[in-house]
């Protein structure tokens, strides 16, 4: 090749080169493979992944390079200036099918009985470059499986040694949990220690083998690919919005895959977005219209909607204005959030929230979308999380933050409890909830920032949600600004921006405030009332001494418990809608699963109700219909008292739950028996738990001015000392709120 460009007229970063006559241009330093995808010519390929490291040990993309004695394969074959590739040749066709009968030689012949029949990319491409006949008559060999958890199928003699699974889960997740034991034709993939995989994560092994060796143990021999239909949605357990398909068959939705989104999830997807559709099918679901009766058995018939829609009616029409609150869950759809604003309205009250389990309201904050799209965060050079169990909390969002790392980004943590993360850290102040506002003025943190070109300050629940949320806002907004860094306050709920910003908001009293001060009457939204508040006890009672009209996906325990009429409506996943997610991106949600029952889309259950009260308004006839009349609503929104902080005893720190951040999850058979649900419990610094007399292990009662809980104890000492550490979302945790506790030996 000549020392001259081919063609001059490129920048002098990029070559010109020439695959299967056709000339293009391609990046200095990028691969055949790369050019070839970016021109739509097809090279066969295992091992590679435009995700992950390049590995080259499938060999299946070997090319016919001018001038190279030897097929090269085009995956690990840098570009250079006036090369010529063919992939159609006969050198590389014949060494293309040499590879296939290769990697077939030890493959099952289980194609009926596979999982991934009818998707499988070893399956397609040996249609086109296997023999119809093996050469091969030795035995086959056959690899033990592996028990990887109650997400992951294992049949690894299937597997074709590609590596893509160790690759992810080193480089993407960064849990190292998979690798490669012996060697040659004794080569195996597994976890080593036999331990089920922990990464919250793991579901996309299933979406990067090529082959059915690692299957959706949840979707496992309920369908195939062909029958299913796919449908756009969302995932709505934390407020990312990753982009999905849900797969339905004659209504139900069997399991959800990756939508590829390069600005919101890119291909991935999170456990609890890809299992959470099992807690759709739960027993409890609410699937007729129910009624409170004395007369009835349990004190609940099954009634008429329009039965239904008048005591509802009458009950909203009987306390209006002032004597009304009305609460809703923040993953509440857009067209949901925005009707509701607009019967509160015309009820004339004022008592309007989404923000249900936040403590302290004190300086009226919302949600409000990131200073830095969540895509460009990958780019940062110093990232702060405050506050946040992130891994947990958004475990799209915690990737990005890896990604950031691994390009040299230093990132600080200041939080209570020494948490996890798949990443190092370069500076971390393990603080009381009470002194992370302080922490933030540390000349620490400020001398990581100084030379800081892309800062970020990442803002989570344990932040927003607890008695000091309104100390620890301020201090982050004055930090960020300080030290020209993005401000990136996660919304508490999925579609927290989207209520926001459709008045879902007060203009009297907060979700605090409304429940502390009873109402005569609540509409409750989407919300399971035992497990969703900030202070389950204030609410229960509150709740339970009013009259209460509930839309709910759930006929649980707690909403027959507070509840008067039961209205059932519909999940996301079975209902057209738009959530914004936290960079304040509306994104469209497409209807897949049938709705149970007699339970309806919750926008036609409002329509249907402000035609029972003669609301005006709610004239729409569609789903369209509706989209054209919303608008952003202005809320001066009312701040409340601060949260009561005082007491004596240990600081609660309160985290959520990976996997019971909401009803549905919580009813995800899956999920709960996931290795990261680790069941209610309290973690105590080892002085502290010295101090209260409890061992590791013990059952301990916990106090406050809330309620009572008696846990199980893990000394832990990642714990900050005059801390206690516990999981929201579990029953037994649910009676305390944050603020001190006292704790002793049960």
């Not at 449908?231 to 895959?257: I, Q």
């Not at 929230?353 to 200073?371: M, N, T, V, W, Y």
């Not at 009013?546 to 709910?552: L, Y």
């Not at 516990?726 to 603020?739: C, D, F, N, P």
Request: glycine letters at 10%.
């Amino acid at each position: 090749m000549s020392a001259q460009p081919v063609n001059p007229n490129l920048p002098p970063d990029q070559v010109t080169i020439f695959i299967d006559g056709v000339e293009m241009a391609a990046p200095k330093g990028s691969m055949i493979i790369q050019a070839a995808d970016k021109a739509g010519i097809p090279i066969p390929r295992f091992c590679y992944h435009d995700k992950l490291a390049i590995a080259a040990n499938c060999r299946m993309c070997l090319v016919d390079v001018e001038k190279m004695g030897k097929p090269a394969p085009a995956c690990a074959t840098p570009v250079m200036d006036g090369m010529k590739v063919s992939t159609r040749s006969e050198k590389a066709l014949k060494s293309q099918r040499n590879v296939m009968e290769f990697l077939l030689i030890n493959h099952p012949l289980d194609c009926p009985i596979c999982d991934q029949g009818g998707e499988c990319e070893l399956q397609d491409l040996s249609l086109g470059y296997g023999r119809s006949v093996s050469r091969f008559s030795e035995r086959k060999r056959v690899v033990a499986d592996e028990d990887m958890g109650p997400l992951v199928a294992t049949d690894m003699t299937r597997c074709i040694h590609c590596t893509r699974c160790i690759r992810f889960t080193a480089e993407i997740a960064g849990t190292y949990e998979l690798g490669g034991m012996q060697r040659g034709e004794s080569l195996q993939i597994g976890t080593y220690d036999g331990k089920p995989l922990t990464t919250e994560l793991s579901g996309n092994v299933i979406d990067v083998c090529p082959v059915g060796a690692l299957t959706n143990k949840v979707f496992r021999f309920r369908a195939r690919p062909w029958e299913l239909i796919a449908k756009e949605s969302l995932g709505y357990h934390d407020a990312l919005g990753s982009n999905l398909f849900l797969h339905a068959r004659r209504g139900d939705v069997l399991r959800a895959v990756p939508r590829d989104n390069e600005a919101v999830n890119e291909c991935w997807l999170s456990d609890r977005d890809r299992y959470s559709h099992q807690g759709l099918h739960a027993e409890d679901r609410a699937v007729k219209p129910l009624v409170k009766d004395g007369d009835a058995e349990g004190g609940w018939r099954e009634a008429s909607w329009e039965e239904a829609l008048a005591k509802a009616a009458r009950i909203l029409r009987d306390n209006g204005a002032d004597d009304l609150g009305i609460l809703v869950h923040p993953a509440t759809s857009n067209e949901e959030g925005a009707l509701l604003a607009r019967m509160a309205e015309a009820l004339g009250t004022g008592n309007l929230d989404h923000r249900i389990a936040q403590h302290d309201l004190s300086d009226g904050a919302s949600a409000e979308a990131f200073g830095m799209p969540v895509a460009e965060i990958e780019q940062a050079d110093v990232i702060l999380i405050v506050g946040s169990q992130l891994r947990f909390e958004v475990p799209l969002l915690h990737q990005r933050v890896r990604k950031a790392w691994t390009r040299g980004a230093k990132v600080h943590v200041v939080n209570p409890v020494d948490f996890d993360f798949a990443f190092d850290i370069a500076g971390k102040q393990i603080v009381a909830p009470s002194r992370i506002a302080d922490a933030l003025a540390s000349a620490e943190l400020a001398e990581a920032f100084k030379s800081a070109t892309r800062g970020v300050v990442i803002v989570g629940a344990i932040g927003e949600n607890g008695a000091h949320a309104s100390a620890i806002r301020k201090a982050a907004a004055q930090f960020a600004s300080a030290n020209n860094a993005a401000l990136c306050r996660i919304p508490q709920g999925a579609n927290a921006v989207g209520l926001s910003r459709h008045g879902v908001l007060p203009a009297s009293r907060d979700a605090g405030a409304m429940l502390a001060q009873p109402r005569g009457a609540y509409v409750v939204y989407g919300i399971e009332p035992g497990l969703d508040f900030a202070d389950q006890a204030v609410a229960l009672k509150a709740l339970g001494a009013a009259q209460v009209v509930a839309f709910s996906q759930f006929a649980c325990r707690s909403t027959r418990a507070v509840a008067d009429v039961i209205l059932p409506i519909g999940a996301l996943p079975e209902i057209d809608a738009t959530l914004t997610n936290l960079d304040g991106r509306e994104q469209f949600a497409v209807a897949a699963g049938k709705l149970p029952g007699e339970a309806r889309a919750g926008w036609r259950v409002l329509r249907a109700l402000a035609g029972e009260l003669g609301i005006p308004g709610f004239d729409f006839t569609d789903f369209a219909g509706l989209r054209e009349g919303l608008a952003p609503r202005e809320v001066a929104v009312a701040a409340s008292a601060a949260a009561d902080a005082t007491g004596e005893g240990l600081e609660l720190a309160v985290s959520e739950a990976i996997y019971r951040v909401d009803a549905v999850t919580r009813r995800a058979a899956a999920l709960q028996a996931h290795p990261l649900t680790v069941g209610p419990r309290v973690g105590l610094h080892p002085s502290d738990a010295a101090a209260a007399g409890v061992a590791d292990g013990a059952m301990a009662k916990l106090s406050n001015a809330a309620g009572t809980a008696t846990l199980q104890v893990a000394i832990d000492d990642r714990v900050a000392a005059g801390s206690a550490w516990i999981e929201r979302g579990y029953g037994a945790t649910a009676a305390l709120a944050a603020g001190k506790i006292k704790v002793v030996a049960a």
